[in-house]
C-alpha cells in the first residue's frame, strides 16, 4: 500500500461536502459499563448506563456537535462510533458497514477511516516519542507507505497544522497546549480519515489559542472534505463549529437541530435552561438576562429517573403543575419542524415562551433597532430599569456590525 | 425554579467609597535554581468595600499569583514579594508579621478556589472544617460552632445540612463541594472574598447556581470580591470593574461596562474576537496570533508586543504603562466614575474594536 494523494485542497473535497448522504448512521446506540461486587466471584449487580439508546445520523462533510454537561454520555458515544467500546445494543453503520459487530483486522481496516482527537494535549500524547514518531504511528501500524514516505507525509502534516517541519524530532513536553493539539490533529490526518470525532478538543486550551485550534479545524474541513462529530459542553463553541447539534442528557438525546434553529428556537427545556446558563461576554445584556437556575445535579446514571430523564430538574414540568405523564412515559424523539427533533411531551409549550427567547439574549434583542448609543459610559444601571436595552453596537462589539444608520 | 438577574449597578451597592484594599506596583518572581520567572512586574489596584472586581486573563497571565500574594501564600521559597506594597484595611500585608496575617486570612479576607476537591480536606468530615474555621477565629463552644455551621451550610442551599454536617468531602457532588467552600469563606463574614475560578470545574448549569450563589451572598453581607477568572463572560455579568492581565502586567483597566462596550487594548480586543457568541450572529473567529511570552526572560517593552497587530516601534523597547483612554487627568481607581486605563502606544480606534484588525497603514506593522 502507497501514498497516493498528495496533501491539498482537492475538488473531491469539494464535491464530497455536497453529498448529502450519511456517512455515519447510529442507530438506538446503548453502551452500558457493568457494576460488579466481589473479589473471587464478580457478581453483575447493575450498570451505569453511560449512553441509552441514541440515533443519529451525520451526512459526509458535515460537522455534527454532541453537547451536554458532564456525564451526559457524550464522550462515550464519541468513542462507541470509533469502536474504542462495544455497544450494548444499537448499530453503527459507516458508510454503509455495521461497526458494531465487526472485529479484528476488518474493524481495524474500517478504523483507519475514522480518527479521534482529544482533549488533554498533554495526556494524549506519548511523552517518549518524538513528534515524527508520534504523527507516523497510525501510518505504522496500517503499513502505510515506505519509511521515506513516512518521513516526508510527516513533514507535509507538520506543515498543513500549522508546525514547522523542523520540529519532527523534538518531543511534546518541548510544546505548549496549543502547539500539542495541533500534533494531535496531524496524527488523526495521517490515514487520510473520512471522520474525525473530536472529543473536547478545545476544552484545556486557553481562549486565544481555542480560535486558533477552531480555525485550523473548520480550515481543514475545507481543503479534505472531512467530516466531524465535535464533542464539546461548550454550546457558544460547538454552535460555531458545528452545522447541526445533537444536545444529550443522562445517556439520551433530548434535542436535535440545525445549529442555527437550535439557537433561535430551542424547544426542550433542557435546552432552553442550558443556553441561559452561559454566560454572554456583554455586561449590557447580562444584566437584563434572565436566567433558569436548574435545582439540584444531575441524577445517577446507574439508576436514571423514570419516564423522561429531566423530569426531576425540569423547570416547564413544575409550571405545568407536574404531569404524571413525564414520570409515566418515555418521551419518543418526534420532528417538531422539519429536520428538528426533539423527545419532550410539551415541547409545544417551550415554544414562545419567554423563557425560550431570553435563553440566547433575545428577550434583550427585541429592542435592537432603538437607537444605539456609541460610545456610552453610561453604567449598567442607566439601563437595567427599562426594557429597551440598548444592544447597539458598542456593546455587541464582535458580534455585530454597526447598524445602517447609526 | 428561580430567576436570576444579572448583577446589580455598581453604584447601587451599599458599603462603597473607601478602599479596602490598595495595591501599589506589586512585584512577584519566582526563584528557583536555575531560573526567575517574572509572574507579576508591577500591579496597581484598588478594591473598595462592597466592590466586584474582575481580574481576567489567560494561564500564566499573574491574575492567580497577584491574589497568592495579597494572603501572603506564595509558595515558599521560591515566590517572593520583590517590591510594592498590599495595603489591606491600612495595614501593609507585605510588612506583616505572619502571626498577624494569619488572624487577617479567614476573618477579614477569605478565598475559594477553583478545585474543591483538592481544597477539602478529604479526611476530615465538613463539620470539622467548618468548625474549625471558626474555632479558630471566634471564642465559640462547640456546639455554638456546630449550629452556625448548620445556618451556613442551608445559607449556600445544601439540603439536609443537619445530616450532611458528617459527610466527608467525596460524598458531596462538584457543585456542593464548591458550595462548602463557600460556607467556610463566608463563616466569618469577611470584608474581601476572593475567588480564584470559583466555577472552572463545574458544568455550565452548576456554574449558574454558584454564581448565583456568590451575588446573592457577597450582596446581602457587603463583601468586596476579587473574581479571577479566564471567562470573559462570566466577568461581563458578575463584576462592576475589570482588570485584564498579560504576563504579568495589568493592560487594561476600567468599568465592566466601558471595556466590553469599547474594549481599547489590542489583547482585550483580541479576546473578544477569539470567543464564538451564542447571541447575536455567529462572525468567523479571530485569533490572537502565536503564544504568551516566555516570562523566565526579564520583560522588555510591551509583552503583547509578539502577537500585537498595533504594533508600532517603540512597543519593543518601552512599556507604556496604564493611562486613561481619553487623557484625563485624574484618575480615579474605584468605584463607579473609574477611569478606563490601557498600557498601550498605538490603541485600535473603535472601529478597528469591532474589526478586530487594524484599518489604517500606520498601525499595521506588515
Known amino acids: 500500500m502507497t501514498i497516493t494523494t498528495p496533501i491539498s485542497g482537492s475538488a473531491a473535497a469539494t464535491a464530497a461536502r455536497a453529498d448529502g448522504t450519511p456517512l455515519l448512521e447510529v442507530e438506538d446506540l446503548a453502551v452500558w459499563f457493568p457494576i460488579t461486587e466481589g473479589i473471587v466471584f464478580e457478581k453483575h449487580v447493575g450498570d451505569v448506563r453511560a449512553v441509552d439508546g441514541v440515533s443519529f445520523s451525520v451526512r459526509r462533510g458535515e460537522t455534527l456537535g454532541l453537547?451536554?454537561?458532564?456525564?451526559?454520555?457524550?464522550?462515550?458515544t464519541g468513542r462507541a462510533i470509533v469502536r474504542l467500546y462495544k455497544p450494548t445494543r444499537?448499530?453503527?453503520?459507516?458508510?454503509?458497514?455495521?461497526?458494531?459487530?465487526?472485529?479484528?483486522?476488518?474493524?481495524?481496516k474500517m478504523r483507519s477511516r475514522m480518527q479521534m482527537v482529544f482533549q488533554d494535549p498533554y495526556a494524549s500524547l506519548d511523552p517518549r516519542m518524538n513528534v515524527a514518531g508520534i504523527v507516523a504511528e497510525p501510518m505504522d501500524i496500517h503499513g502505510v507507505g515506505t519509511s521515506a514516505e513516512r518521513r516526508e507525509r510527516v513533514k507535509e502534516l507538520l506543515t498543513t497544522v500549522g508546525l514547522d517541519p523542523n520540529y519532527a524530532i523534538r518531543y511534546p513536553h518541548e510544546f505548549s497546549g496549543g502547539q500539542r493539539q495541533r500534533i494531535g490533529v496531524a496524527r488523526a490526518l495521517a490515514l487520510q480519515p473520512d471522520l474525525i470525532v473530536a472529543d473536547e478538543p478545545v476544552?484545556?486550551?486557553?481562549?486565544?489559542?481555542?480560535?486558533?485550534?477552531?480555525?485550523?479545524?473548520?480550515?481543514?474541513?475545507?481543503?479534505?472534505?472531512?467530516?466531524?462529530v465535535f464533542i464539546a459542553h461548550d454550546l457558544s463553541v460547538v454552535r460555531h463549529v458545528s452545522d447541526r447539534i445533537a444536545v444529550m442528557y443522562l445517556g439520551r438525546i433530548v434535542e436535535l437541530a440545525s445549529s442555527e434553529e437550535l439557537h433561535r428556537r430551542p424547544v426542550h427545556p433542557y435546552t432552553v435552561a442550558l443556553l441561559s446558563a452561559i454566560p454572554i461576554p456583554d455586561p449590557v445584556r447580562e444584566v437584563n438576562r434572565r436566567r433558569i437556575i436548574l435545582q439540584g445535579d444531575v441524577p445517577s446514571p446507574v439508576n436514571p429517573p423514570s419516564g423522561c430523564h429531566f423530569h426531576t430538574r425540569c423547570w416547564l414540568r413544575e409550571r405545568l403543575g407536574n404531569p404524571e405523564r413525564c414520570v409515566a412515559e418515555t418521551p419518543v424523539t418526534r420532528e417538531i419542524a422539519t429536520g428538528h427533533e426533539v423527545a419532550c411531551h410539551f415541547a409545544e409549550d417551550v415554544d414562545g415562551s419567554r423563557e425560550q427567547r431570553q435563553s440566547t439574549g433575545q428577550g434583550a434583542l427585541s429592542t435592537a433597532a432603538a437607537p444605539p448609543a456609541p460610545g456610552s459610559y453610561a453604567p449598567a444601571a442607566s439601563s437595567a430599569g427599562s426594557s429597551a436595552a440598548p444592544a447597539g453596537p458598542d456593546s455587541a462589539v464582535p458580534a455585530a456590525p454597526p447598524a445602517p444608520g447609526a | 425554579?428561580?430567576?436570576?438577574?444579572?448583577?446589580?449597578?455598581?453604584?447601587?451597592?451599599?458599603?462603597?467609597?473607601?478602599?479596602?484594599?490598595?495595591?501599589?506596583?506589586?512585584?512577584?518572581?519566582?526563584?528557583?535554581?536555575?531560573?526567575?520567572?517574572?509572574?507579576?512586574?508591577?500591579?496597581?489596584?484598588?478594591?473598595?468595600?462592597?466592590?466586584?472586581?474582575?481580574?481576567?486573563?489567560e494561564s500564566g497571565c499573574g491574575k492567580s499569583v497577584t491574589n497568592l500574594a495579597i494572603m501572603r501564600l506564595l509558595a515558599k521559597p521560591a515566590g517572593r514579594i520583590e517590591g510594592g506594597s498590599v495595603v489591606f484595611d491600612g495595614q501593609d500585608m507585605v510588612k506583616l508579621p505572619e502571626s498577624e496575617v494569619r488572624e487577617i486570612r479567614g476573618r477579614d479576607v477569605a478565598m475559594i478556589f477553583q478545585d474543591p476537591m483538592t481544597s477539602l480536606n478529604p479526611v476530615l468530615t465538613i463539620e470539622e472544617q467548618l468548625t474549625e474555621t471558626l474555632r479558630a477565629h471566634k471564642?465559640?463552644?462547640?456546639?455554638?460552632?456546630?449550629?452556625?455551621?448548620?445556618?451556613?451550610?442551608?445559607?449556600?442551599?445544601?439540603?439536609?445540612?443537619?445530616?450532611?454536617?458528617?459527610?466527608?468531602?467525596?460524598?458531596?457532588?462538584?457543585?456542593?463541594?464548591?458550595?462548602?467552600?463557600?460556607?467556610?469563606?463566608?463563616?466569618?463574614?469577611?470584608?474581601?472574598?476572593?475567588?480564584?475560578?470559583?466555577?472552572?470545574?463545574?458544568?455550565?448549569?452548576?456554574?449558574?447556581?454558584v454564581l448565583e450563589l456568590i451575588r446573592d451572598l457577597t450582596q446581602r453581607l457587603g463583601t468586596a470580591v476579587i473574581l479571577i477568572t479566564h471567562d470573559l463572560?462570566?466577568?461581563?455579568?458578575?463584576?462592576?470593574?475589570?482588570?485584564?492581565?498579560?504576563?504579568?502586567?495589568?493592560?487594561?483597566?476600567?468599568?465592566?461596562?466601558?471595556?466590553?462596550?469599547?474594549?481599547s487594548h489590542p489583547y482585550t480586543v483580541g479576546l473578544?474576537?477569539?470567543?464564538?457568541?451564542?447571541?447575536?450572529?455567529?462572525?468567523?473567529?479571530?485569533?490572537?496570533?502565536?503564544?504568551?511570552?516566555?516570562?523566565?526572560?526579564?520583560?522588555?517593552?510591551?509583552?503583547?508586543?509578539?502577537?500585537?497587530?498595533?504594533?508600532?516601534?517603540?512597543?519593543?523597547?518601552?512599556?507604556?504603562?496604564?493611562?486613561?483612554?481619553?487623557?484625563?487627568?485624574?484618575?480615579?481607581?474605584?468605584?463607579?466614575?473609574?477611569?478606563?486605563?490601557?498600557?498601550?502606544?498605538?490603541?485600535?480606534?473603535?472601529?478597528?474594536?469591532?474589526?478586530?484588525?487594524?484599518?489604517?497603514?500606520?498601525?499595521?506593522?506588515?
Not at chain 1, 476544552?203 to 473548520?218: F, G, H, M, R
Not at chain 2, 526563584?31 to 468595600?49: I, K, L, Q, S
Not at chain 2, 463572560?233 to 495589568?250: D, E, K, L, S
Open chain 2, 272 to 366: 473578544l474576537h477569539s470567543i464564538p457568541r451564542i447571541d447575536g450572529k455567529d462572525e468567523p473567529l479571530i485569533p490572537i496570533e502565536g503564544a504568551p511570552p516566555n516570562q523566565r526572560v526579564a520583560p522588555v517593552g510591551c509583552p503583547f508586543a509578539p502577537r500585537c497587530q498595533w504594533r508600532v516601534e517603540r512597543c519593543d523597547t518601552e512599556n507604556p504603562g496604564l493611562q486613561s483612554v481619553d487623557a484625563s487627568s485624574v484618575t480615579v481607581l474605584t468605584g463607579a466614575a473609574a477611569t478606563h486605563r490601557i498600557a498601550c502606544f498605538n490603541p485600535p480606534t473603535h472601529e478597528e474594536a469591532i474589526a478586530g484588525r487594524p484599518l489604517r497603514e500606520q498601525g499595521n506593522p506588515a
Open chain 2, 1 to 57: 425554579m428561580t430567576h436570576a438577574q444579572g448583577s446589580m449597578a455598581a453604584d447601587a451597592r451599599p458599603g462603597l467609597g473607601e478602599p479596602l484594599l490598595t495595591v501599589r506596583d506589586l512585584v512577584v518572581r519566582f526563584r528557583t535554581h536555575d531560573a526567575v520567572v517574572y509572574a507579576v512586574n508591577g500591579v496597581t489596584f484598588d478594591v473598595a468595600g462592597g466592590e466586584t472586581v474582575g481580574l481576567v486573563g
Open chain 1, 203 to 228: 476544552s484545556a486550551l486557553d481562549v486565544s489559542i481555542q480560535a486558533q485550534i477552531i480555525n485550523l479545524l473548520e480550515r481543514l474541513q475545507g481543503s479534505f472534505g472531512l467530516t466531524y
Open chain 1, 67 to 76: 453537547v451536554g454537561e458532564s456525564g451526559c454520555g457524550k464522550s462515550t
Open chain 2, 233 to 263: 463572560g462570566v466577568v461581563a455579568g458578575m463584576t462592576q470593574r475589570i482588570n485584564v492581565m498579560y504576563a504579568g502586567f495589568i493592560v487594561e483597566a476600567g468599568l465592566t461596562t466601558d471595556i466590553f462596550a469599547n474594549p
Open chain 2, 139 to 209: 471564642q465559640v463552644t462547640k456546639e455554638e460552632a456546630r449550629a452556625r455551621a448548620i445556618e451556613l451550610l442551608s445559607l449556600v442551599g445544601i439540603p439536609k445540612p443537619e445530616t450532611r454536617l458528617k459527610s466527608f468531602p467525596h460524598q458531596f457532588s462538584g457543585g456542593m463541594r464548591q458550595r462548602v467552600m463557600i460556607a467556610m469563606a463566608l463563616a466569618l463574614e469577611p470584608r474581601l472574598l476572593i475567588a480564584d475560578e470559583p466555577t472552572t470545574a463545574l458544568d455550565v448549569t452548576i456554574q449558574a447556581q
Open chain 1, 90 to 108: 444499537g448499530a453503527i453503520r459507516f458508510d454503509g458497514t455495521d461497526m458494531a459487530g465487526l472485529e479484528g483486522a476488518a474493524l481495524r
